[in-house]
């Protein structure tokens, strides 16, 4: 009697699993078929990436060793929460941030490496060499403004 219930109850999840992947499949193809989809997403993508334009994190004096410390410690604590609350776009923009400002990166990479999930940390690694280019660049305007000003 146990062997059938438990094939009955097999059955029924079988079933109600299916209903779900089905609903899931009709309101998608709904959603896609729907003639404003593609420029509401256009619309929100947008929307979001300029918002990441207004947000994004000023990088501090590098010459100026406890700013650079503040920066480091808020965008490490900002990052884990990004990442937390699964935004990881942002969470790996600001964790990248700090390791560009740290002064021992690869001991910072390799705890980043031992904590982060790989695809996580994969992604980190590959947005490093823009990072650190922005700073460079952000550097070099410095000093440029740096002498106008003298």
Do not use: W
Request: glycine share 8%; proline share 4%; charged share 25%.
């Amino acid at each position: 009697m146990t062997s059938v219930s438990k094939a009955a109850l097999g059955i029924a999840a079988g079933v109600c699993g299916t209903l779900v992947l089905g609903y899931c499949l009709y309101f998608d193809k709904q959603r896609r078929s729907d003639p404003n989809f593609k420029k509401k997403l256009r619309e929100r993508r947008k929307a979001k990436k300029e918002a990441n334009k207004r947000t994004g994190s000023k990088l501090p004096n590098l010459k100026d060793h406890e700013a650079v410390q503040k920066f480091f410690l808020q965008e490490i604590q900002l990052g884990e929460l990004l990442l937390a609350n699964g935004d990881i776009e942002e969470g790996v923009e600001h964790l990248g941030n700090a390791v560009s400002v740290c002064g021992q990166p690869q001991q910072l990479l390799s705890v980043l490496q031992q904590t982060l999930p790989p695809q996580v940390f994969h992604l980190l690694v590959q947005r490093l060499p823009t990072l650190g280019q922005r700073i460079m660049s952000q550097e070099m305007g410095k000093g440029i403004e740096d002498e106008d000003v003298e």
